[in-house]
């Protein structure tokens, strides 16, 4: 069985704030059909979302104080705000995977926004089913904590090695089997993914990409559950971390889009996080690592990535 903190009610809450907020997201930011998202807006929902985030934060250590014990409140508030930080951190790369995707192809600002949707519904929708996946798994075979570990080791080392790499999509297995067997336009025909020419169909360039973020949600979803089990295996606090750090996904990447360079030493800092929180899970049966200590040495991490990044220009870390 799980132990978790969460009953029917927290769950159904929470299931019934996630409906609201996507609904409340994609009617806002799709106001404005074919026009693009402007950074003060971005900047705007943005704040908003990590708002809400630390508000569940709050309200969950006040009921859990109420319900339970203070030290419990505590350790549950810090496993949610540290998970949210690893999980929150993952997806700013994720965002900048969809910039180099959107980049590749030549996608409108204005045509990007549906993209963006069923990226963001993907990413929810995966992370819930690996969630469950991976919770079952863990509670049943307790060693399955060591291969995350050296999966999230080996992946934050991988990292650190290529972090200055540009990945190269004309060499991408998937975009190279899809030219070879799909017939696609030269042009975007707006949102549409497919249209009729000629008595043939024929997929637009916006199918191809829709499809490569998928793969990417897919990707992603794999790295980054495994890393919030390093902190918490309790299912009510990795999901409702999980989903917190994708809700507003959208708006982040509006605001991050033309920043993107701004943060190119923060491969680096997510790659460290990743050798942290692999490390962790595989000395955790003989050393313990405090969750407070995992939020401060993560947050740590991060903050001297970001403020690096400000410091320095591309290029420069390398300079001799």
Same mark, same amino acid.
């Given at each position: 069985?799980?132990?978790?903190?969460?009953? +029917?009610?927290?769950?159904?809450?929470?299931?019934?704030?996630?409906?609201?907020?996507?609904?409340?997201?994609?009617? +806002?930011? @799709?106001?404005?059909?074919?026009?693009?998202?402007?950074?003060?807006?971005?900047?705007?929902?943005?704040?908003?979302?990590?708002?809400?985030?630390?508000?569940?934060?709050?309200?969950?250590?006040?009921?859990?104080?109420?319900?339970?014990?203070?030290?419990?409140?505590?350790?549950?508030?810090? /496993?949610?705000?540290?998970?949210?930080?690893?999980?929150?951190?993952?997806?700013? @790369?994720?965002?900048?995977?969809?910039?180099?995707?959107?980049?590749?192809?030549? +996608?409108?600002?204005?045509?990007?926004?549906?993209?963006?949707?069923? =990226?963001?519904?993907?990413?929810?929708?995966?992370?819930?089913?690996?969630?469950?996946?991976?919770?079952?798994?863990?509670?049943?075979?307790?060693?399955?904590?060591?291969?995350?570990?050296?999966?999230?080791?080996?992946?934050?080392?991988?990292?650190?090695?290529?972090? !200055?790499?540009?990945?190269?999509?004309?060499?991408?297995?998937?975009?190279?089997?899809?030219?070879?067997?799909?017939?696609?336009?030269? @042009?975007?025909?707006?949102?549409?993914?497919?249209?009729?020419?000629?008595?043939?169909?024929?997929?637009?360039?916006?199918?191809?990409?829709?499809?490569?973020?998928?793969?990417?949600?897919?990707?992603?979803?794999?790295?980054?559950?495994?890393?919030?089990?390093?902190?918490? /295996?309790?299912?009510?606090?990795?999901?409702?971390?999980?989903?917190?750090?994708?809700? =507003?996904?959208?708006?982040?990447?509006?605001?991050?889009?033309?920043?993107?360079?701004?943060?190119?030493?923060?491969?680096?800092?997510?790659?460290?996080?990743?050798?942290?929180?692999?490390?962790?899970?595989?000395?955790? !049966?003989?050393?313990?690592?405090?969750?407070?200590?995992?939020?401060?040495?993560?947050?740590?991490?991060?903050?001297?990535?970001?403020?690096?990044?400000?410091?320095?220009?591309?290029?420069? /870390?390398?300079?001799?």
């Amino acid at each position: 069985m799980f132990e978790t903190i969460g009953n +029917v009610w927290m769950w159904s809450g929470f299931a019934l704030f996630v409906v609201v907020a996507l609904a409340i997201d994609l009617v +806002v930011l @799709d106001k404005k059909a074919g026009q693009k998202v402007t950074v003060k807006e971005a900047l705007g929902w943005s704040i908003l979302w990590i708002c809400l985030s630390f508000a569940f934060a709050a309200l969950l250590w006040v009921y859990l104080d109420g319900a339970f014990t203070r030290e419990l409140a505590n350790l549950k508030t810090t /496993e949610f705000l540290t998970g949210y930080l690893i999980e929150k951190s993952l997806s700013v @790369d994720n965002i900048f995977v969809f910039l180099m995707i959107f980049t590749f192809f030549a +996608v409108p600002a204005e045509q990007q926004r549906r993209a963006l949707v069923i =990226g963001v519904i993907g990413a929810i929708v995966l992370r819930v089913i690996m969630i469950l996946i991976g919770a079952w798994l863990v509670a049943k075979f307790h060693w399955i904590l060591y291969v995350f570990g050296a999966f999230l080791l080996a992946t934050g080392v991988k990292m650190l090695i290529f972090a !200055d790499s540009k990945p190269d999509l004309d060499q991408n297995p998937l975009l190279k089997f899809i030219r070879k067997h799909v017939k696609l336009t030269d @042009d975007f025909h707006g949102e549409q993914f497919s249209i009729i020419k000629n008595g043939t169909r024929y997929f637009t360039p916006m199918f191809v990409v829709v499809l490569m973020i998928g793969v990417t949600d897919i990707v992603f979803a794999v790295d980054s559950i495994p890393a919030i089990f390093a902190i918490t /295996e309790d299912p009510f606090i990795v999901m409702t971390s999980n989903i917190f750090a994708i809700l =507003g996904l959208r708006a982040l990447y509006f605001l991050l889009a033309d920043l993107a360079n701004r943060f190119h030493l923060l491969s680096y800092g997510l790659a460290l996080v990743l050798v942290f929180v692999g490390t962790k899970m595989l000395i955790v !049966d003989w050393f313990k690592i405090p969750v407070f200590v995992s939020l401060g040495v993560v947050g740590g991490i991060l903050t001297i990535a970001i403020i690096a990044s400000w410091l320095t220009r591309p290029g420069e /870390e390398n300079a001799g």
